[in-house]
Structure formats: structure tokens, C-alpha cells
């Protein structure tokens, strides 16, 4: 974020006069005075003006939370199934966080939770294409054939889905493992995929959005992003 938008969000001065506060000289860096209005500020810098802390009066919450399936990616459900809001507990009550996407009731895996509206439409905007890894598991073989036609792309509601990335991770002798990985977001996507050759996936789970990754969390964990995570998606 531009210094000057950054300093107005922290209530300081308005965009405009933020930017005499930085040519002025008055506005450090990570301690280093900056007077370029063309400065950015990323998560994790510390900002002072005059030198006191500047901080944005409404600071994001960004959550990445391993969904366990059987829950809604909703903030609240009419038919009264679990939703995703009451894995984080009473933290954040009273904030305003909503589930990045969707992922269906009986997938599993990363989910971002945020409270910033701008993040959450740059991810979801199709034209950032943002990849979504799944790991996909389908009963019995799956032969390279199957998988060059979900590679090029299968018509789901009269669109071609884009060029996709998948690998067979292993086979048991019982269950195909597959890494799937989408720069799209429609609707039950690679379930949708894998239907329409007539396989049925048994158990998804997303496992990274872009260079994010699931990680070592358990089913239901959660945890607040890393400065470096919440930069990376800023520059999606
Ligand atoms: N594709 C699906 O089929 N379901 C999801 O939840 C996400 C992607």
C-alpha cells in the first residue's frame, strides 16, 4: 500500500496531507526516514511519524483454517448446519470475518478467513487466476487417457474448463490419489470435472491457494496468517 493511503488509514491526516508529512521528512520506515511518495508500506513494517507508531485504525484480520468436511462456508445457515464461524471460537466475536470462497460441505482443507473485502475480491477475480491445489481421490484406476481429457478441459454449463494441472500422486490397488490443480473457482469444480467422465471423487481436500499452503494444521485448527503470507496476497 501507497505511504499516503496508508498514513490516512491510520487516521493521521488525510491522503493528501499524509503526503507533506512524508516529504516533510517526519514519516520512518523500519527506522529509516522516507520522503518518496512513492514509497510502499508491506504487513510487518513498522511505520512512526514524528516518532510514534502509526498504525491503521482497522487492522484485517486474515485466518487460514484447515475446514474439516461437514461444515458450511457460509457466516450463518438457515437450515442450521455447522458453519465454519464456530470453528474460530468467540476471538474474533463481535468482527466482521467471512470466509474467502467456498469450499462444498464435504470438502476439506484451506480455507481463508478475512475481514478485508478488497483481498477477498482480488482472489476471488477470476482474471488473477489464482491456482487452487486439490488432492482428489477416486476408486480404482484412473488411466492417462482419463486424465489428458480433465487436463484439456471438459465442458461443465456449456464452458470449457481452462488447462488444468493433474498428476497421479499413487494408487492402492483400491484408490487413485490425484494432485488437481485449478485457476478457476466455479461451482463444485473438480468434482464437477471428474463427474463428467463418470468418476466420482470420494474425498477432496485443497491443500494451497497460490503459493499458500495448507500445511501441518489438523482438521478444525486455525491460525492467523504470517506477515510474509498476508504480503504475498496483497501482490495478487
Ligand atoms: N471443487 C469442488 O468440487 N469442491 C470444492 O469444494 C472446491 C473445488
Known sequence: MRINKYLAECGLASRRASEALVTDGRVKVNGKIVTSLSTTINAGDLVTVDGKRAEPIHKHIYIILNKPKGYITTTSDEKGRKTVMELLGNKYSGKR????????????????????????????????????????????????????????????????????????????????????????????????????????????????????????????????????????????
Open 97 to 236: 470475518i467471512f470466509p474467502v470462497g467456498r469450499l462444498d460441505y464435504d470438502t476439506e482443507g484451506l480455507l481463508l478467513m478475512t475481514t478485508d473485502g478488497d483481498l477477498c475480491n482480488r482472489i476471488s477475480h477470476p482474471r488473477n487466476e489464482i491456482t487452487k491445489t486439490y488432492i482428489a481421490k477416486v476408486e480404482n484406476e484412473i488411466s492417462e487417457d482419463e486424465l489428458n481429457k480433465l487436463r484439456g478441459g471438459v465442458v461443465l454449463d456449456g464452458v470449457k474448463t481452462k488447462h488444468c494441472r493433474i498428476s497421479l500422486l499413487d494408487f492402492d490397488g483400491r484408490i487413485s490419489r490425484l494432485e488437481v490443480v485449478i485457476s478457476e473457482g466455479r461451482n463444485r469444480q473438480v468434482r464437477r470435472m471428474f463427474e463428467s467422465i463418470d468418476r466420482e471423487v470420494v474425498f477432496l481436500k485443497r491443500v494451497g491457494i497460490g503459493e499458500l499452503k495448507l500445511g501441518g494444521l489438523s482438521r478444525g485448527e486455525w491460525r492467523e496468517l504470517k506477515p510474509t503470507e498476508i504480503e504475498y496476497l496483497q501482490k495478487v
